[in-house]
């Protein structure tokens, strides 16, 4: 079978049509590169090149070989190269966890980084709740979550990415919302709420239930539901108001009033990045380098 270097001969003496400039080409002498050109007619079992003592020239044969070698040895260069990529986390794929309410914000940040500065790594995305996004990376079925903490443990590595506020989700028509200040939590006590499922959406319904024992408010609850825009959705129709991740803004859901409010604590949501400590996958790696610079910068 011929090899590169035959392709490489033979693709040189195409282009320059002369076997003298094509041995200078490649930097050796014309003998060689004459019997390297038989050896690769012998293996393709075709004549690639007319001689005579004065011209070369390419037959039918030949210049459709040409284009198969060119690309054949472009491929090659280029297996090469991601290859040497491969190590230092510049291609491959990278599995990554993420929870409905991190979808409105800090997902797009992600994917920007990723499109910007590992432009070679694949993103394969999976929509899950935190819970289930801790079993899938120690079961190696995600390399990295976006979850809410806390998330550390025996197998897993976590580190911090960003925080955000709570905003006080109203009924258009609602009181509240036509009020010319922004409500406080205070406001909240006895009003109908659509509370987080505790079960479900542990991690905003600790938030809320801290931040109401603190500020002595007991809300009715009327719903306990898992998905921001679920709960945004029966807010629109009248059930009760809520507070939710100020990343809902984006969301432009018409009939609901999204408002700061006070006595929650200035930014009270976090978000953390957690995989599998011992993920070996250099992307995995990259990535998570290119989340922890972002963070420290802001």
Known sequence: MFSLEHLTSFVAVAEELHFGRAAARLTMTQPPLSRRIQ??????????????RRTVRLTPAGRVFLADARRILELSEQAALSARRVPGGEVGTVTLGFTAATAYSYL???????????????????????????AALLAGDLDLGLVRPPMGGPGLATAPLAREPLVAALPADHRLARRGTDPDVRDFDGEPFVMYSPAEA??????????????????RYVQHLAQVHTILTLVRSGHGVSLVPAAATRLGLTGVVLRPV?????????????????????????????????????
């Not at 905003?204 to 408010?217: I, N, P, T």
């Open 202 to 219: 542990r991690y905003f319904y600790e938030v809320l239930s801290r931040a109401f024992r603190d500020a002595r408010v007991t809300p």
């Open 108 to 134: 797009e940040t992600v994917l920007a980084a990723v499109r910007d500065r590992l432009p070679h790594v694949d993103l394969v995305l999976r929509e899950m709740v935190s819970s289930a996004q801790r």
């Open 262 to 298: 006070t006595g929650v604590g200035e930014e009270p949501v976090e978000l953390e990045m957690a995989w599998r400590a011992t993920n070996d996958n250099p992307a995995l790696a990259a990535l998570v380098d290119l989340l922890r610079s972002a963070a420290a910068a802001g």
């Open 39 to 52: 050896a690769l007619e012998h293996e393709v079992g075709v004549e690639l090149l007319e001689r005579s």
